[in-house]
């Protein structure tokens, strides 16, 4: 099995790095469905009073396992690393 990979973008307008959330969640939980865990983790962070998390989340079209492109909601490194503490996870503290 190959190990699942990150998809990142570097945006040059705002010269950071985006990394998309469906995969980050995908490598850290035992989701069988880490769409699903992601869209609850977005409404639990929203009630929490992250309020901040719309403003890290951007949708870019990055090329999927399928060769096909879709629009995964992706974060910058600060917005990842808020959603990565969000995750209750033994593999999140070394991703960090």
Known sequence: MNPK????HWENASEKWFFSGID??????????PRR?????????TKEGFIQLYEFIVQLKLKASDGKKYTPDC?????????IQS?????????I
């Open 5 to 8: 990979k990150i998809r990142v």
């Open 87 to 95: 995750i209750p996870s033994p593999k999140a503290e070394p991703f």
């Open 75 to 83: 974060a910058d490194t600060e917005g990842l690393l808020r959603i």
């Open 37 to 45: 865990y992601w869209s609850d983790l977005k409404r639990k962070l």
């Open 24 to 33: 980050i969640i995908e490598i850290l939980t035992a989701s069988i469905n």
